[in-house]
């Protein structure tokens, strides 16, 4: 692959990030509004504690998922502020890792992926995983999931 393959292939895992913190915002907001119209539908009844039990559980369910909003939030700043217009030689955020076996991302905690058919595990800058693989080269080993792995190719 050459360099402007990588680049082009960066930006592609780029957009493909971007895209699913989106969704996960999106899913948030929307599982927000949901528990907010159903914590206000609910109608009085004679049983006043199952309404007002009722009434609390919905306002729970909406700050449970106001919470998962401003991590996604937060994880969508800490994104945007990776560069993936680089080419690195060592191991930073927004740098590309593929061991032959296993491929990681670093750029924002998302876990593993299919992504053009192949899995990739993304990372984020802050995770231990990423941080154990700051600074590393080509042909440096670690080891994941107790396996010691070498980085065949690095960008």
């Known amino acids: 692959m050459d360099n402007a393959a990588k680049l082009i292939f960066k930006n592609k895992l780029r957009e493909f990030c971007d895209g699913l913190i989106r969704q996960r ?3 948030a907001k929307t599982m ?7 914590a206000n539908s609910e109608e009085k009844s004679s049983a006043g504690d199952k309404y007002e039990t009722s009434r609390a559980m919905g306002h729970l369910e909406k700050d449970m ?4 909003l401003a991590e996604h939030l937060k994880e969508l700043a ?6 993936c217009n680089l080419l690195y030689e060592k191991v930073t955020a927004g740098s590309f890792i593929d061991t032959g076996i296993i491929s990681f991302f670093i750029a924002a905690g998302l876990g593993k992926q299919n992504f053009e058919n192949k899995s990739i595990y993304f990372l984020s800058p802050l995770s231990p995983l ?3 693989l700051m600074d590393k080269k080509e042909n440096d080993e670690f080891v994941f999931n107790k396996e010691t792995l ?3 190719a690095l960008f």
Do not use: L, P, Y
């Open 25 to 27: 915002i999106d899913a």
């Open 32 to 38: 927000m509004g949901n528990a907010q119209q159903a």
């Open 78 to 83: 800490s994104f945007q502020a990776v560069n």
């Open 150 to 152: 070498t980085i065949r």
């Open 65 to 68: 998922h106001a919470r998962q």
């Open 130 to 132: 990423a941080k154990s």
